[in-house]
């Protein structure tokens, strides 16, 4: 069965500092990848979604980038953090191979900011 | 107006209750919808899915569509302390997992 694995799960950062998270799925192949941020009390907000190997799409103008180097990993970056990047970041793959529209989520990285 | 709106709560009930989550949208172009539920500092995980008008259950658990008022519910039956959490309303309109989420309504079911 699909597994998505996030780490590092909980991140305390500076503002200015840089930033990356990562993401890989195991038990599929070619799998589309999405981030979402979820912010305290809030609902997700879909941030970068990459249909395969160095295709990245952005849904919201932001501080962040994201990249897939490989068909399975799929990495969220800054290269200078502000206190608004803090939140809940979920990466999420479909629950079946071509999408029937379900996401299967991983555990998270909650990033704080000060 | 946001595309999702979802009811936040916080929502609390005795054990055994009826509990009923809603959601309204607005894009008439949403024809997946989903539930998820998330305990705390976790992954949402998903409970119900569904792309037709009318209900689906599953255990205790009913998922409701209406597209024509743009409305979808979810119907907790004999609920319990393990299903305090926030639930997540999702829906999208194509296949391809851009889902837009509603909000999340907090739960807590006390014994």
């Known amino acids: 069965s699909q597994t998505i694995h996030q780490w590092p799960a909980t991140l305390v950062q500076p503002v200015g500092s840089p930033l990356s998270l990562e993401c890989t799925v195991e038990?599929?192949?070619?799998?589309?990848l999405y981030w979402y941020r979820q912010a305290a009390g809030r609902g997700l907000q879909l941030l970068f979604y990459?249909?395969?190997?160095?295709?990245i799409s952005s849904e919201v103008p932001q501080n962040l980038s994201a990249s897939r180097p490989q068909d399975r990993q799929f990495i969220l970056s800054s290269k200078k953090l502000l206190l608004s990047d803090s939140g809940f970041y979920l990466c999420?793959?479909?629950?079946?191979?071509?999408?029937?529209?379900?996401?299967?989520f991983g555990e998270g990285s909650r990033l704080t900011v000060l | 107006q946001k595309e999702v709106e979802q009811d936040p709560g916080p929502l609390s009930v005795p054990e055994g209750a009826i509990v009923s989550l809603n959601c309204t949208y607005s894009?008439?172009?949403?024809?997946?919808f989903m539930w998820y539920r998330q305990y705390s500092r976790k992954g949402p995980e998903l409970l119900m899915y569904?792309?037709?008008?009318g209900n689906k259950e599953d255990g205790r658990f009913t998922a409701q569509v209406d597209k024509s008022s743009k409305y979808i519910s979810l119907f907790i039956r004999d609920s319990q302390p393990s299903d305090s959490a926030t639930y997540l309303c999702?829906?999208?309109?194509?296949?391809?997992?851009?889902?837009?989420f509603g909000q999340g309504t907090i739960l807590t079911v006390h014994p």
């Open positions: 038990g599929t192949s070619n799998p589309n």
């Open positions: 999420a793959s479909p629950r079946e191979a071509g999408g029937t529209g379900e996401l299967f």
């Open positions: 894009n008439s172009a949403f024809q997946y």
């Open positions: 999702a829906m999208s309109g194509s296949s391809y997992g851009k889902l837009t």
């Open positions: 569904t792309y037709s008008s």
């Open positions: 990459s249909v395969g190997i160095g295709q």
